[in-house]
């Protein structure tokens, strides 16, 4: 469970072996200063045999690029509450930590570390815990962060008190660490979290993981993934759609096939949010429904077929199932959703939709602007 920060491009060389080209080691010592660069023993032995791994987490000097924004959802609906967000009308999201044990470079967690405190304070979570419990509406509880995993205390100070709220039903606990910290999905952590799992209560806890490229299926990740699989407690995926990692239909059909046959349900495909210095990740909506089209023209059973999502300034759609693209207007497009502007309001009165980007139409739905990519 070493944590490896890299302060410095001898750092970086040091851990991966790999000498930085003079003509970028000023480019390279501007995004470890600013975007922090932190490996696990394990991921950088991984990151030397897998050039797909290697992406996702080495700095590279495309991420000082200007395009794109810092916080994929600024429409989010303000809470007042630091660590408490929501965007529906069920369920919300608690961040108890900010920082990961590795930094993916496609991810607006990597700005976290230097803009945000490095967790939530207990006072807020308290707050948290007040606000949730006076909205019966809330059915359902997000626990990420960062990755909560990294604060067991701060964890399981939160499932006993969010399960002596009796409408919260699901919770559930996003971590990536499977992938790139198996040694920190120990028995203890699943009996620690099975004592909050009851499901003749209908009150279960779900692991929501991380994997993007079937490398990243090792014997330490199986031996993480079926501790979860094995045991009561669900365990689904999320993969990011990346350029030149993944965004092949064969590479994620053997991914998902992998992960299937190891107990994980194949939940979703996000496609890779419109983030600052991220264009070097990121691929058209156009492909992500080629792949799409790929998994469903026959070529993959129904259960490794996950929804593509687009994570919106005003929340996730699926193109082509509850949403469209209406139009393009120049790098962006134009996607009508299924959100309507007084179910925002019902729950935040003061809501106000992201300045520029959106359009309702005489229905209440609102259409938002989104930057697509090549
Ligand atoms: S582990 Fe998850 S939250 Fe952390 S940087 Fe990666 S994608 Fe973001």
């Known amino acids: ?29 501007k995004v470890i200063n600013t975007m922090p660069v932190r490996f696990t023993d394990y991921l950088l032995k991984l990151s030397k045999k897998s050039k797909a791994v290697a992406k996702q987490f080495m700095p590279d000097a495309n991420e000082l690029e200007d395009n794109g924004c810092e916080k994929p959802f600024e429409g989010v609906m303000k809470t007042g509450i ?11 999201i608690i961040m108890p930590i900010n920082q990961c044990p590795a930094y993916c470079r496609f991810c607006f967690r990597k700005f976290y570390e230097k803009t945000s405190a490095p967790a939530m304070s207990y006072e807020n979570m308290k707050k948290a815990f007040a606000y949730i419990k006076k909205d019966k509406r809330l059915k359902e509880v997000l626990i990420t962060g960062g990755d909560p995993l990294m604060d067991l205390n701060r964890l399981e100070y939160i499932l006993q008190n969010l399960r ?62 079926t501790k979860f699989s094995k045991s ?39 496609h890779c949010d419109p983030l600052k210095g991220t264009k070097h ?6 492909k992500g429904i080629e792949i799409k089209k790929y998994l469903r023209g026959g070529n993959a059973t129904g259960r490794i077929n996950p929804a593509y999502i687009i994570d919106t300034q005003i929340g996730k759609v699926e193109i082509g199932v509850d949403s469209h693209i209406e139009r393009k207007e120049g790098e962006y497009v134009w996607i ?15 809501f106000k939709l992201p300045k520029d980007m959106c359009t309702v139409d005489k229905e209440g739905y609102i259409s938002v602007k989104y930057l697509d990519a090549e």
């Open 1 to 29: 469970m070493a944590l490896r920060p890299i302060r410095n491009t001898e750092e970086l060389e040091k851990f991966t072996g790999k000498k930085t080209p003079k003509s970028q080691q000023e480019k390279i010592t």
């Open 82 to 92: 630091e660590g408490l967000e929501r965007m529906y009308i069920d369920r919300c």
């Open 232 to 270: 009561p407690i669900k365990i689904y995926n999320q993969s990011v759609l990346l350029k030149d990692i993944n965004d092949d239909p064969k590479i994620l059909e053997d991914l998902f096939r992998k992960l299937h046959l190891l107990g994980v349900e194949i939940y979703c495909l996000y």
């Open 164 to 225: 002596e709220i009796p409408h919260i039903q699901d919770i559930r606990i996003g971590t990536r660490s499977p992938m790139f910290d198996p040694e920190r999905i120990t028995t203890d952590l699943v009996n620690m979290l099975l004592k909050y799992h009851d499901l003749e209560k209908m009150k279960p806890i779900e692991l929501a993981t991380h994997f993007n490229h079937p490398d990243e299926i090792t014997p330490e990740s199986i031996a993480a993934i």
């Open 281 to 286: 990740f990121r691929t058209s909506i156009q």
């Open 336 to 350: 009508k959703t299924p959100y309507k502007l007084n179910t925002y309001k019902s729950v935040c009165p003061n």
